[in-house]
């Protein structure tokens, strides 16, 4: 390492490092001015260079970023790897599935923390995977040392965990081989590919369902096979409510129903025996000796429908009666080892045990509690078992004892069975052999049961079992075991055994058995089971002995115990030499006599003499005799019934089988002797396969000379070979074979053999099972054949002969082929399924091309319509024999195989079946689905089979592959491809179409550019054609709609690849054999599939991962680049033919430029301004002038990309780098050409600006901010109104409208519209696409012309407005529409609807009352917005009761990240330029129009407001400042300063402009001085009093009443400007209005600002005006002047008359005529205003109240008037002066009240206490501060019944 400060490269063990901490440069970035690398924990990086301790490198994974790093933060990747290896032991670190699982984690990494950002419900799922493989990645790397075994553990634990997790987390599939490691698809082929994608598809599958699933295309086995389960049941606990005193058993055991519906015993039981005084038992979790395993258990056994039980017996074992002390008891009697029943307990396991398609799901129940059911005093324990079946426990009063068990069901092989057993559990023997018999299994077991006896006067009987010889011995055995190779026992221990009776599993041996003794029954029921293992050698001369006792209390006394009162026995051999059949017994009983008692002894068999000569004698006894002897008698009537199941392996009880065996005794009989094979049960054949197959080939050699015995022979071997294909038989298959290798010597029997089955196979019409035999047969031919020629002609080198007769039985069975008889078509099936099998054997002795032409020869023969799914299967089974692998013989084969196959692919086959199909549904006479089933299962079958080809050929190494491929492609090709689109639906369908894309993907894969052009040369031009535009369209379909799934990468890559060659050997043909004689389809078709291919998702690189864009790129390379060269060239190879491609292949050349990849731009985009020249260069279109050599103009290239680019980049395609490329790259080119550089670079400006528009309604769309999309999409419409686009104008709008109408923007959804209508004229010509309206809510695609569509988006935009409540636009419309109905169409009907649709808008905007919705300004500032919203300011129209506060609030919820600003100040340029958002929204107000109706005066207030708020263009705000500058007086007017700033949009709101908002396009701002604020205020409030004064005289113009709001809003206004008490007295008002102005009046002000002095006089004006338009006011209220505020008014007058003497006195040279005239009045003002109020002010009171009385009003009237008189004199106290604006707005709440107060009582009240209450309160009602000011009322006054006001409501509300 170098000392100083040089980079130096990289030692080579550091060149790959590992990150061991993040590392983060944002500490060194202002201390090192050089990049910095950022990483991770885990990242691997490649260094380069070290400097003493940095290194310089890059990231491992190619993120294109490079730089500098500490040495500290990483390690060497060997360091970090943990030990190393040494040589002799297995090194983990060699696994390539250690550095998988790191690649996998940073993989998975990013996406388990989005999933953590978006709160996925996977998280901690994926988070529990990612710690486990950690874990498992840690131990394989440091703990040391892993062996084999385990490191092959946690490699399929790691393996399942990543392909889980993928899954999950949607990425791609990852396929491995057989050892665990990822393959290469370019080393496999695709046929391989696709099933290793299958089984990593089914494993994933399996791991997260419960239940397993079978593959799709591999059903057919897994239904058929039996499998064999094991039931383990353990003891865990169990309990009784007493203690026990006794010994106990336990017997745990299975029932199930047999087939008469009987509840059987079909396994024996678990025996444990006890003795404990203990109430409660647990017996140990880990000791398994307690637990039985019950094997061989098959399917149909747990049937549901036979209800499986297990049940448990409870025996006690001490003396006759329960109660006492044992131990007394037994000094007593002899009797303590009696066995006694107690009960039953039954479990039910049907509904446990879930069925699967593999057959019963596994189980397992833990500690189930079962009761026991007791039995009664002289029940049977089978009796309470048939009653416990499907019933609950009776309730007793004492608990019964319980049992705990826990149960668990596993398969066969389970290894977790084979650990219990290996615990010491019991293995509890099933009844009779399992379902399959292996060839080592070796039993020699009897089952004895004890099922009932019939006896006269004998109770209490115990029976007794025991094993003799045939001198009486007991039999004394040692056990035996068969060996399976030598055929003979071996000695399994060697200690003598004399017990060989077991009562059950995990019982000890005994030598007698002893059944359950029950009390007082003549006709005992037992059922007892016991088993007896035997030595096969000593059945001859055995029987069974059972005897029977008297048991009972006194039986010591008796001495009855010892010696049984009868006998009875049973042979285990059959006097014909056979053993005893299982079958059940009813034996004799044999009693004892007093003599024979005496003599009785153990050894003792005289009764098997005796026995069998009664016997002899019953026939001719009449029923119910005694039969004596000295010794023995017997009474007919009584029997003991037993039954027997013999499972012996070396024994048989057929008499047949015994005489084949023997054939040697018995040579003239034969025949017979092998005629009777036939009827040997199966499983005894199979016992004895060997020594049958040595007695049949015996047979056939002895008579080796003569062909008498060659017939049955050949049947008899036929009848065993076949049985040998039966399910529960097919493991002796094994056997059969280790037979013919090593025990088959008949070196002659090939020729016997042939020739009998050539002749049999002709003669013969049921050839089932002789076709069943052929495998075995042949192989039996063959190794006879081998045998010959070792022995008798080992240099023999002719085989012609032995060949001649092979081909002549294949002959015979090809003849067989062409049968139709339906005898012969099954044995067809038959030999098709056998024979197949015997082609391994029959290639070593013959030539493969003499047995190729044979398979041929039956091949061509089968018809298709026969056994169609065999014959396949019999392919696929040649293709994978030893045959095909012959290049000779393949080549003879194959063609016979494409033929077929080909057939079968057609899809007249399929339209065959659609018709039958169709017929049998209309006629109903068969289930048609079965139809598709079985077209699905052939079609199913063909692609296999062509797939098995595929593969062979893939993997073939031999020369003949090349012609294989050529023979496939000529006879395979097109019918793949044609049947791929005629494929119906459906999801079998669908497997076998995922199927064929492989077989094609493989097919066109292993074809060269050889192949494909001599497949192309033998078309002709027209089949060529149509077969190249099938193929183009069918890789667009699987582009656009692939058929596998989307997390199978590498199928996908694969598919790509394959496409891609072969698009690029078709562009070959088409430039060779279509450029001059031009097929416009063929090339469309082509450039269509070449762009699909560019913009398959599959292919897009730049969306991958890493790892994923790094491993195709090193194995494909990028594909897109590949083929957008393909299409460049074939473009410019078309010369002068492009003019036809020009426009419609403009949208498919788009998209490929809109690939998000910088290189594949700038090749691409070129092709453009080829396609503008050559429009531009090309002759005009026919019709156009002919003058004009070239169009000059590329409109039609113009036109389409501008239509197709804003669909796709509404799409989501397109960026910004693409709209600079396309400026950049097309600019420079339009820029360079002289003829294009005017035209081509404005077109380039429209595009570019297009692009721009365009991605910000894309922004803003995805965004979801409603006014932004609003904003876009109305910047777009203009755009392309601009450049006359209507179509996509119309688009625009109609989404405008449509969001206007989802956010209840009624009116600009209306005005939207008249965009539209305007463009529209009257025309009745059809309308033109270009103008028609896309779908949308009024159904305007049914109008069909001009007129139409123009009245029917009239009609819309009408009942918009109306919704509005904006009628005068709406008359505007219905104004043009009358004119068109009466100058024009003179429709009168229409015309009158129109009408009268006019006239109820007109009267609505008279008498209805509207609200108008506010205005707002917002500004943008800052770059964090929007590029059209940056730094802008907009004018927004809110809602109708929309608050500033809730405006605000909503345009913050769209920009939740922007910034409210609080001032109205604009920011600084800096942070305007800065990437922040803040947001400034204040409200501003309409200007005015003051040449609106040419400035008359006498329009209707409702008429002029709504254009005071509508079709607005000018707002104005303002804000005041309080400067001293300039001012003399300390009065706030003279420093008060306004600015206001007046804010132009281009379009009038809501109006011209159909947003809800648009930008501001002038901005002004104006200063006023404080005397040019006060004249604006003065005239404001002018303008109020004026509105208010024009509304009142329209109503007495109209002889309207006033709404109570208006009447509202007059009293305020009087009372606010006029009585002292809200103004805090008059000579506050007066200040108000002239101590306020009077730093402006004054003569000093004028001295040094006579500058103002215009503004002086105005004001001096204002104010003479606002006094005058008080008393018109004053005036008009004396008119509506109500009943109970006549002194109220008296008060306004009075005030009213004090402020116009001020005016009078003070301002005489501003005065009004009117005003002069009335100061000749002054003194009589007031009394000339109160008699100016009509006399009818009460017409709105109810009739005959008091208040209509002269004298009620008369008191009113008085009471009225000394309140306010009260009020003029009184003057406010100090205290009270001092209030704030709160607390006299609760004062006036309160004197309001008490008023009302008064006036309630004015109604109800003689006048002298009315008086006397007013008194009361003046203190405290006249106490009103200055700044008082009355609330507005709250809710309005009841309304009479003429819509007047009622009195006492106007009275509180004034």
């Given at each position: 390492?170098?000392?100083?400060?040089?980079?130096?490269?990289?030692?080579?063990?550091?060149?790959?490092?590992?990150?061991?901490?993040?590392?983060?440069?944002?500490q060194?970035?202002?201390?090192?001015?050089?990049?910095?690398?950022?990483?991770?924990?885990?990242?691997?990086?490649?260094?380069?260079?070290?400097?003493?301790?940095?290194?310089?490198?890059?990231?491992?994974?190619?993120?294109?970023?490079?730089?500098?790093?500490?040495?500290?933060?990483?390690?060497?990747?060997?360091?970090?790897?943990?030990?190393?290896?040494?040589?002799?032991?297995?090194d983990?670190?060699?696994?390539?599935?250690?550095?998988?699982?790191?690649?996998?984690?940073?993989?998975?990494?990013?996406?388990?923390?989005?999933?953590?950002?978006?709160?996925?419900?996977?998280?901690?799922?994926?988070?529990?995977?990612?710690?486990?493989?950690?874990?498992?990645?840690?131990?394989?790397?440091?703990?040391?040392?892993?062996?084999?075994?385990?490191?092959?553990?946690?490699?399929?634990?790691?393996?399942?965990?990543?392909?889980?997790?993928?899954?999950?987390?949607?990425?791609?599939?990852?396929?491995?081989?057989a050892?665990?490691?990822?393959?290469n698809?370019?080393?496999?082929?695709?046929?391989?590919?696709?099933?290793?994608?299958?089984?990593?598809?089914?494993?994933?599958?399996t791991?997260?369902?419960?239940?397993?699933?079978?593959?799709?295309?591999?059903?057919?086995?897994?239904?058929?096979?039996?499998?064999?389960?094991?039931?383990?049941?353990?003891?865990?606990?169990?309990a009784?409510?007493?203690?026990?005193?006794?010994?106990?058993?336990?017997?745990?055991?299975?029932?199930?129903?047999?087939?008469?519906?009987?509840?059987?015993?079909?396994?024996?039981?678990?025996?444990?025996?006890?003795?404990?005084?203990?109430?409660?038992?647990?017996?140990?979790?880990?000791d398994?000796?307690?637990?039985?395993?019950?094997?061989?258990?098959?399917?149909?056994?747990?049937?549901?429908?036979?209800?499986?039980?297990?049940?448990?017996?409870?025996?006690?074992?001490?003396?006759?009666?329960?109660?006492?002390?044992?131990?007394?008891?037994?000094?007593?009697?002899?009797?303590?080892?009696?066995?006694?029943?107690?009960g039953?307990?039954?479990?039910?396991?049907?509904?446990?045990?879930?069925?699967?398609p593999?057959?019963?799901?596994?189980?397992?129940?833990?500690?189930?509690?079962?009761?026991?059911?007791?039995?009664?005093?002289?029940?049977?324990?089978?009796?309470?078992?048939?009653?416990?079946?499907?019933?609950?426990?009776?309730?007793?009063?004492?608990k019964?004892?319980?049992?705990?068990?826990s149960m668990?069901?596993?398969?066969h092989?389970?290894?977790?069975?084979?650990?219990?057993?290996?615990?010491?559990?019991?293995?509890?023997?099933k009844?009779?052999?399992?379902?399959v018999?292996?060839?080592?299994?070796?039993?020699?077991?009897?089952?004895?049961?004890?099922?009932?006896?019939?006896?006269?006067?004998?109770?209490?009987?115990?029976?007794?079992?025991?094993?003799?010889?045939?001198?009486?011995?007991?039999?004394?055995?040692?056990?035996?075991?068969?060996?399976?190779?030598?055929n003979?026992?071996?000695?399994?221990?060697?200690?003598?055994?004399?017990?060989?009776?077991?009562?059950?599993?995990?019982?000890?041996?005994?030598?007698?058995?002893?059944?359950?003794?029950?009390?007082?029954?003549?006709?005992?029921?037992?059922?007892?089971?016991?088993?007896?293992?035997?030595?096969?050698?000593?059945?001859?001369?055995?029987h069974?002995?059972?005897?029977?006792?008297?048991?009972?209390?006194?039986?010591?006394?008796?001495?009855?115990?010892?010696?049984?009162?009868?006998?009875?026995?049973?042979?285990?051999?059959e006097?014909?030499?056979?053993?005893l059949?299982?079958?059940?017994?009813?034996?004799?009983?044999?009693?004892?006599?007093?003599?024979?008692?005496?003599?009785?002894?153990?050894?003792?068999?005289s009764y098997?003499?005796?026995a069998q000569?009664?016997?002899n004698?019953?026939s001719?006894?009449?029923e119910?005799?005694?039969?004596?002897?000295?010794?023995?008698t017997?009474?007919?009537?009584?029997?003991?019934?037993?039954?027997?199941i013999?499972?012996?392996?070396?024994?048989?009880?057929?008499i047949?089988?015994?005489?084949?065996?023997?054939?040697?005794?018995?040579?003239?009989?034969?025949?017979?002797?092998?005629?009777?094979?036939?009827?040997?049960?199966?499983?005894?054949?199979?016992?004895?396969l060997?020594?049958?197959?040595?007695?049949?080939?015996?047979?056939?050699?002895?008579?080796?000379?003569?062909?008498?015995?060659?017939?049955?022979?050949?049947?008899?071997?036929?009848?065993?070979?076949?049985?040998?294909?039966?399910?529960?038989?097919e493991?002796?298959?094994?056997v059969?074979?280790?037979?013919?290798?090593?025990?088959?010597?008949?070196?002659?029997?090939?020729?016997?053999?042939?020739?009998?089955?050539?002749?049999?196979?002709?003669?013969?019409?049921?050839?089932?099972?002789?076709?069943?035999a052929?495998?075995?047969?042949?192989?039996?031919?063959?190794?006879?054949?081998?045998?010959?020629?070792?022995?008798?002609?080992?240099?023999?080198?002719?085989?012609?002969?032995?060949?001649?007769?092979?081909?002549?039985?294949?002959?015979?069975?090809?003849?067989?082929?062409?049968?139709?008889e339906?005898?012969?078509?099954?044995?067809?099936?038959?030999?098709?399924?056998?024979?197949?099998?015997?082609?391994?054997?029959?290639?070593?002795?013959?030539?493969p091309?003499?047995?190729?032409?044979?398979?041929?020869?039956?091949?061509?023969?089968?018809?298709?319509?026969?056994?169609?799914?065999?014959?396949l299967?019999t392919?696929?089974?040649?293709?994978?024999?030893?045959?095909?692998t012959?290049?000779?013989?393949?080549?003879?084969?194959?063609?016979?195989?494409?033929?077929?196959?080909?057939?079968?692919?057609?899809?007249?086959?399929?339209?065959?079946?659609?018709?039958?199909?169709?017929?049998?549904?209309?006629?109903g006479?068969?289930?048609?689905?079965?139809?598709?089933?079985?077209?699905?299962?052939e079609?199913?079958?063909t692609v296999?089979l062509?797939?098995?080809?595929?593969?062979?050929?893939?993997?073939?190494?031999?020369?003949?592959?090349?012609?294989?491929?050529?023979?496939?492609?000529d006879?395979?090709?097109?019918?793949?491809?044609?049947?791929?689109?005629?494929?119906?639906?459906?999801d079998?369908?669908?497997?076998?179409?995922?199927?064929?894309v492989?077989?094609?993907?493989s097919?066109?894969?292993?074809?060269s550019?050889h192949?494909?052009?001599c497949?192309?040369?033998k078309?002709?031009?027209?089949?060529l054609?149509?077969f190249?535009?099938?193929?183009?369209?069918?890789?667009?379909?699987?582009i656009?709609?692939?058929?596998?799934?989307?997390?199978?990468?590498?199928?996908?890559?694969l598919?790509?690849s394959?496409i891609?060659?072969?698009?690029?050997?078709?562009?070959?043909?088409?430039?060779?054999?279509?450029?001059?004689?031009?097929v416009?389809q063929?090339?469309?078709?082509?450039?269509?599939?070449?762009?699909?291919?560019?913009?398959?998702?599959?292919?897009?690189?730049?969306?991958?991962?890493?790892?994923?864009?790094?491993?195709?790129?090193s194995?494909?390379?990028?594909?897109?680049?590949?083929?957008?060269?393909?299409?460049?060239t074939?473009?410019?190879?078309l010369?002068?033919?492009?003019?036809?491609?020009?426009?419609?292949?403009?949208?498919?050349?788009?998209?490929?430029?809109?690939v998000?990849?910088?290189?594949?731009?700038?090749?691409t985009?070129?092709?453009?301004?080829?396609?503008m020249?050559?429009?531009?260069?090309?002759?005009?279109?026919?019709?156009?002038?002919?003058?004009?050599?070239?169009?000059?103009?590329?409109?039609?290239?113009?036109?389409?990309?501008?239509?197709?680019?804003?669909?796709?980049?509404e799409?989501?395609?397109?960026?910004?780098?693409?709209?600079?490329?396309?400026?950049?790259?097309?600019?420079?080119?339009?820029?360079?050409?002289?003829?294009?550089?005017?035209?081509?670079?404005?077109?380039?400006?429209?595009?570019?600006?297009?692009?721009?528009?365009?991605?910000?309604?894309?922004?803003?769309?995805?965004e979801?901010?409603?006014?932004?999309?609003?904003?876009?999409?109305?910047?777009?419409?203009?755009?392309?109104?601009?450049?006359?686009?209507?179509?996509?104008?119309?688009?625009?709008?109609?989404?405008?409208?449509?969001?206007?109408?989802?956010?209840?923007?009624?009116?600009?959804?209306?005005?939207?519209?008249?965009?539209?209508?305007?463009?529209?004229?009257?025309?009745?010509?059809?309308?033109?696409?270009?103008?028609?309206?896309?779908?949308?809510a009024?159904?305007?695609?049914?109008?069909k012309?001009?007129?139409?569509?123009?009245?029917?988006?009239?009609?819309?935009?009408?009942?918009?407005f109306?919704?509005?409540?904006?009628?005068?636009?709406?008359?505007?419309?219905?104004?043009?529409?009358?004119?068109?109905?009466?100058?024009?169409?003179?429709?009168?009907?229409?015309?009158?609807?129109?009408l009268?649709?006019?006239a109820?808008?007109?009267?609505?905007?008279?008498?209805?009352?509207?609200?108008?919705?506010?205005?707002?300004?917002?500004?943008?500032?800052?770059?964090?917005?929007?590029a059209f919203?940056?730094?802008?300011?907009?004018?927004?129209?809110?809602?109708?009761?929309?608050?500033?506060?809730?405006?605000?609030?909503?345009?913050?919820n769209?920009?939740?990240?922007?910034?409210?600003?609080?001032?109205?100040?604009?920011?600084?340029?800096?942070?305007?330029?800065?990437?922040?958002?803040?947001?400034?929204?204040?409200?501003?107000?309409?200007?005015?129009n003051p040449?609106?109706?040419?400035?008359?005066?006498?329009?209707?207030?409702?008429?002029?407001?709504y254009?005071?708020?509508?079709?607005?263009?000018n707002?104005?705000?303002?804000?005041?400042?309080?400067?001293?500058?300039?001012?003399?007086?300390?009065?706030?007017?003279?420093r008060?300063?306004?600015?206001?700033?007046?804010?132009?949009?281009?379009?009038?709101?809501?109006?011209?402009?159909?947003?809800?908002?648009?930008?501001?396009?002038?901005?002004?701002?104006?200063?006023?001085?404080?005397?040019?604020?006060?004249?604006?205020a003065?005239?404001?409030?002018?303008?109020?009093?004026?509105?208010?004064?024009?509304?009142?005289?329209?109503?007495?113009?109209?002889?309207?009443?006033?709404?109570?709001?208006?009447?509202n809003?007059?009293?305020?206004?009087?009372?606010?400007?006029?009585?002292?008490a809200?103004?805090?007295?008059?000579?506050?008002?007066?200040?108000?209005?002239?101590?306020?102005f009077?730093?402006?009046?004054?003569?000093?002000?004028l001295?040094?600002?006579?500058?103002d002095?215009?503004?002086?006089?105005a004001l001096?004006?204002?104010?003479?005006?606002?006094?005058?338009?008080?008393?018109?006011?004053?005036?008009?209220?004396?008119?509506?002047?109500?009943e109970g505020?006549?002194?109220?008014?008296?008060r306004?007058?009075?005030?009213?008359?004090?402020?116009?003497?001020?005016?009078?006195?003070?301002?005489?040279?501003?005065?009004?005529?009117?005003?002069?005239?009335a100061?000749?009045?002054?003194?009589?003002?007031?009394v000339?205003?109160?008699?100016?109020?009509?006399?009818?002010?009460?017409?709105?009171?109810?009739?005959?109240?008091?208040?209509?009385?002269q004298?009620?009003?008369?008191?009113?009237?008085?009471?009225?008037?000394?309140?306010?008189?009260?009020?003029?004199?009184?003057?406010?106290?100090?205290?009270?002066?001092?209030?704030?604006?709160?607390?006299?707005?609760?004062?006036?709440?309160?004197?309001?009240?008490?008023?009302?107060?008064?006036?309630?009582?004015?109604?109800?009240?003689?006048e002298?206490?009315?008086?006397?209450?007013?008194?009361?309160?003046?203190?405290?009602?006249?106490?009103?501060?200055?700044?008082?000011?009355?609330p507005?009322?709250?809710?309005?006054?009841?309304?009479?019944?003429?819509?007047?006001?009622?009195?006492?409501?106007?009275?509180?509300?004034?």
């Amino acid at each position: 390492m170098s000392e100083n400060n040089e980079w130096i490269s990289s030692p080579k063990e550091e060149r790959t490092v590992v990150a061991i901490a993040n590392f983060t440069p944002k500490q060194y970035s202002e201390e090192i001015p050089v990049t910095l690398l950022s990483f991770c924990v885990g990242d691997v990086l490649h260094t380069t260079h070290r400097c003493k301790n940095w290194y310089f490198g890059q990231f491992a994974d190619s993120r294109g970023f490079s730089g500098i790093f500490p040495c500290n933060f990483v390690a060497s990747l060997k360091q970090s790897s943990g030990r190393p290896a040494s040589g002799d032991e297995y090194d983990p670190n060699d696994d390539p599935i250690v550095p998988e699982m790191a690649r996998v984690l940073r993989e998975w990494h990013p996406i388990w923390k989005q999933k953590f950002a978006r709160s996925h419900a996977s998280f901690h799922e994926i988070r529990g995977m990612m710690l486990e493989m950690l874990k498992i990645r840690r131990e394989i790397l440091f703990s040391g040392k892993v062996t084999f075994e385990r490191m092959q553990e946690l490699k399929q634990r790691s393996i399942d965990l990543i392909a889980l997790g993928n899954s999950k987390l949607g990425l791609d599939v990852i396929v491995r081989d057989a050892k665990g490691n990822s393959v290469n698809p370019e080393k496999i082929s695709a046929v391989e590919l696709f099933h290793l994608h299958e089984k990593v598809a089914v494993r994933t599958k399996t791991r997260k369902e419960t239940r397993i699933s079978i593959p799709p295309l591999a059903r057919a086995s897994a239904s058929n096979h039996i499998k064999s389960y094991k039931l383990a049941v353990k003891l865990s606990a169990f309990a009784m409510s007493v203690n026990l005193k006794h010994r106990y058993q336990l017997l745990i055991t299975l029932y199930h129903r047999d087939h008469a519906a009987n509840m059987v015993q079909f396994t024996e039981p678990l025996a444990i025996e006890w003795s404990s005084r203990d109430s409660f038992l647990r017996f140990d979790d880990m000791d398994c000796s307690d637990a039985v395993v019950f094997t061989d258990i098959n399917g149909r056994d747990l049937e549901k429908e036979r209800r499986p039980h297990v049940v448990v017996f409870l025996i006690r074992i001490g003396p006759m009666d329960a109660g006492g002390d044992v131990k007394k008891r037994s000094a007593m009697t002899h009797n303590s080892d009696l066995r006694r029943p107690i009960g039953v307990a039954v479990k039910d396991i049907s509904e446990i045990i879930v069925p699967t398609p593999e057959g019963c799901r596994n189980f397992y129940l833990e500690d189930v509690i079962v009761p026991f059911i007791l039995c009664g005093e002289r029940e049977c324990l089978y009796d309470t078992l048939l009653k416990s079946f499907g019933s609950k426990p009776p309730i007793s009063k004492e608990k019964n004892p319980e049992v705990s068990l826990s149960m668990r069901l596993f398969d066969h092989a389970a290894e977790e069975s084979m650990a219990l057993q290996e615990r010491s559990a019991h293995e509890g023997r099933k009844f009779g052999f399992p379902e399959v018999v292996l060839p080592e299994y070796f039993r020699s077991d009897i089952f004895v049961t004890i099922i009932s006896a019939e006896l006269a006067k004998t109770k209490n009987v115990e029976v007794n079992v025991s094993v003799h010889d045939d001198e009486g011995n007991r039999i004394e055995v040692r056990i035996f075991r068969c060996n399976a190779n030598t055929n003979k026992y071996v000695l399994k221990s060697s200690i003598f055994l004399q017990e060989i009776i077991y009562l059950g599993a995990g019982a000890e041996p005994i030598s007698e058995f002893r059944s359950v003794v029950y009390y007082q029954q003549e006709k005992p029921k037992w059922m007892e089971t016991m088993r007896i293992e035997l030595s096969p050698d000593l059945f001859a001369k055995t029987h069974l002995r059972f005897t029977m006792r008297h048991r009972s209390r006194t039986e010591a006394k008796e001495k009855i115990a010892d010696v049984p009162f009868s006998v009875s026995y049973l042979p285990l051999v059959e006097p014909k030499s056979t053993i005893l059949r299982d079958d059940r017994y009813d034996l004799t009983v044999i009693r004892l006599t007093s003599a024979g008692e005496k003599n009785w002894h153990d050894r003792d068999i005289s009764y098997t003499d005796e026995a069998q000569g009664m016997f002899n004698l019953r026939s001719s006894i009449s029923e119910g005799m005694k039969l004596t002897t000295k010794k023995y008698t017997v009474n007919l009537k009584e029997v003991l019934r037993v039954s027997t199941i013999i499972c012996s392996t070396k024994l048989t009880y057929d008499i047949h089988l015994m005489s084949l065996l023997k054939w040697k005794e018995n040579l003239s009989n034969v025949k017979s002797v092998l005629r009777d094979l036939q009827r040997v049960n199966t499983a005894e054949i199979v016992k004895f396969l060997r020594d049958t197959l040595d007695a049949i080939f015996g047979i056939l050699m002895h008579f080796a000379d003569t062909v008498d015995n060659d017939e049955e022979v050949f049947d008899a071997l036929v009848h065993v070979i076949s049985k040998m294909n039966e399910v529960q038989y097919e493991h002796f298959k094994s056997v059969m074979n280790s037979y013919i290798e090593e025990s088959f010597h008949a070196t002659l029997a090939h020729r016997k053999l042939l020739r009998m089955l050539n002749i049999v196979i002709k003669k013969r019409s049921e050839l089932q099972n002789v076709m069943k035999a052929t495998y075995f047969m042949f192989k039996f031919i063959v190794k006879s054949r081998n045998l010959y020629v070792e022995c008798l002609m080992p240099d023999a080198s002719s085989n012609d002969e032995f060949e001649e007769e092979v081909v002549e039985v294949y002959r015979s069975m090809a003849d067989l082929m062409k049968r139709t008889e339906p005898e012969a078509q099954v044995s067809q099936c038959f030999c098709l399924k056998h024979l197949p099998q015997a082609t391994a054997d029959l290639v070593t002795v013959i030539k493969p091309a003499t047995l190729s032409a044979c398979w041929g020869g039956i091949l061509s023969n089968v018809k298709r319509s026969q056994r169609s799914t065999q014959f396949l299967t019999t392919m696929r089974e040649i293709v994978t024999s030893p045959l095909f692998t012959s290049t000779d013989a393949r080549s003879i084969i194959l063609p016979v195989m494409c033929r077929k196959i080909a057939e079968r692919l057609t899809l007249e086959h399929e339209t065959k079946l659609k018709t039958a199909q169709k017929a049998m549904k209309l006629l109903g006479t068969e289930d048609f689905k079965t139809v598709d089933d079985g077209m699905a299962e052939e079609m199913e079958l063909t692609v296999k089979l062509l797939g098995d080809i595929l593969q062979f050929l893939w993997q073939s190494k031999d020369q003949g592959v090349e012609a294989d491929v050529h023979l496939l492609a000529d006879e395979l090709l097109m019918p793949v491809v044609k049947l791929i689109f005629g494929l119906p639906s459906g999801d079998r369908f669908q497997q076998i179409m995922e199927f064929l894309v492989v077989i094609l993907t493989s097919l066109l894969r292993q074809m060269s550019t050889h192949h494909f052009k001599c497949f192309f040369d033998k078309m002709n031009e027209k089949v060529l054609q149509e077969f190249l535009i099938e193929l183009l369209n069918l890789f667009v379909n699987l582009i656009t709609n692939p058929v596998f799934p989307k997390q199978w990468g590498d199928m996908m890559i694969l598919r790509s690849s394959v496409i891609l060659k072969t698009v690029k050997c078709i562009g070959a043909t088409m430039k060779e054999q279509f450029l001059q004689n031009m097929v416009v389809q063929l090339w469309e078709n082509y450039f269509k599939c070449a762009v699909q291919f560019i913009t398959d998702p599959a292919l897009q690189l730049e969306t991958f991962n890493p790892t994923k864009r790094n491993k195709i790129v090193s194995r494909y390379k990028d594909m897109r680049k590949s083929m957008a060269d393909e299409v460049r060239t074939m473009w410019l190879s078309l010369e002068m033919q492009k003019i036809r491609f020009i426009p419609r292949i403009v949208k498919d050349f788009l998209e490929m430029t809109l690939v998000p990849d910088p290189e594949l731009r700038r090749e691409t985009l070129p092709i453009f301004f080829d396609m503008m020249l050559c429009e531009f260069c090309s002759p005009p279109p026919p019709g156009e002038t002919e003058k004009i050599p070239i169009r000059g103009s590329f409109r039609e290239f113009h036109d389409e990309v501008i239509a197709q680019l804003d669909c796709l980049v509404e799409g989501g395609k397109g960026d910004d780098h693409y709209k600079h490329s396309f400026k950049e790259i097309l600019g420079d080119l339009c820029a360079k050409h002289q003829d294009l550089k005017k035209t081509g670079t404005a077109f380039v400006e429209t595009v570019s600006s297009l692009m721009e528009k365009l991605l910000m309604f894309r922004g803003a769309a995805s965004e979801e901010s409603v006014n932004n999309v609003m904003s876009c999409a109305e910047i777009l419409l203009e755009f392309f109104g601009e450049i006359k686009q209507w179509k996509l104008h119309l688009k625009y709008l109609y989404k405008l409208f449509d969001l206007h109408k989802a956010h209840g923007n009624q009116a600009e959804a209306a005005y939207t519209l008249l965009e539209h209508y305007r463009l529209l004229s009257w025309k009745k010509s059809l309308l033109p696409d270009v103008l028609a309206p896309p779908k949308c809510a009024f159904d305007a695609r049914s109008c069909k012309t001009y007129e139409q569509l123009k009245f029917r988006v009239a009609h819309e935009a009408m009942s918009l407005f109306e919704e509005a409540m904006m009628w005068e636009p709406a008359i505007e419309i219905c104004k043009d529409l009358c004119k068109h109905c009466a100058e024009h169409t003179f429709n009168y009907v229409q015309l009158s609807n129109v009408l009268e649709r006019q006239a109820a808008y007109c009267k609505n905007i008279v008498q209805k009352e509207r609200f108008h919705a506010e205005y707002y300004r917002v500004a943008f500032y800052g770059r964090g917005f929007p590029a059209f919203l940056q730094n802008k300011e907009f004018i927004c129209r809110g809602s109708v009761f929309e608050k500033l506060s809730d405006f605000q609030t909503r345009i913050m919820n769209q920009f939740p990240n922007a910034e409210i600003m609080k001032k109205l100040d604009e920011p600084s340029q800096e942070k305007m330029d800065s990437p922040c958002q803040m947001i400034q929204v204040n409200q501003v107000n309409p200007v005015e129009n003051p040449n609106l109706f040419g400035g008359r005066t006498d329009i209707n207030n409702k008429i002029l407001d709504y254009y005071q708020h509508n079709e607005i263009s000018n707002f104005v705000y303002s804000r005041l400042e309080r400067n001293a500058q300039g001012a003399t007086s300390s009065n706030d007017f003279a420093r008060l300063w306004k600015e206001k700033t007046f804010l132009v949009t281009r379009k009038k709101l809501p109006g011209k402009c159909i947003t809800v908002w648009f930008p501001v396009v002038e901005k002004t701002r104006e200063l006023l001085k404080p005397i040019q604020t006060a004249e604006e205020a003065m005239k404001d409030d002018n303008r109020k009093l004026t509105a208010l004064i024009k509304l009142l005289r329209d109503h007495q113009l109209n002889r309207t009443q006033p709404s109570p709001s208006t009447m509202n809003d007059l009293n305020l206004m009087l009372t606010g400007r006029l009585d002292a008490a809200v103004m805090g007295g008059m000579k506050n008002y007066e200040e108000y209005m002239l101590i306020s102005f009077q730093a402006f009046l004054t003569a000093e002000y004028l001295e040094m600002n006579p500058e103002d002095l215009p503004n002086v006089e105005a004001l001096k004006k204002l104010i003479v005006s606002t006094v005058e338009l008080l008393g018109d006011l004053l005036r008009i209220k004396g008119q509506y002047l109500e009943e109970g505020i006549r002194g109220w008014y008296d008060r306004l007058c009075e005030c009213f008359s004090e402020l116009r003497m001020h005016v009078l006195a003070d301002y005489p040279d501003f005065l009004s005529e009117s005003m002069r005239s009335a100061a000749v009045e002054m003194g009589n003002s007031n009394v000339s205003v109160a008699q100016s109020a009509p006399e009818s002010v009460n017409t709105n009171r109810h009739s005959g109240s008091w208040m209509e009385s002269q004298s009620g009003q008369n008191i009113v009237q008085r009471a009225s008037t000394n309140v306010f008189n009260t009020l003029r004199r009184a003057k406010p106290k100090k205290s009270m002066s001092r209030m704030t604006s709160g607390d006299a707005t609760s004062h006036w709440y309160a004197v309001e009240g008490r008023n009302n107060a008064i006036r309630r009582r004015s109604s109800i009240e003689p006048e002298g206490e009315l008086l006397h209450h007013v008194n009361n309160v003046r203190a405290s009602c006249f106490e009103l501060p200055a700044n008082a000011a009355p609330p507005l009322p709250q809710k309005m006054g009841n309304r009479n019944s003429e819509g007047q006001m009622s009195s006492s409501s106007s009275s509180s509300n004034l």
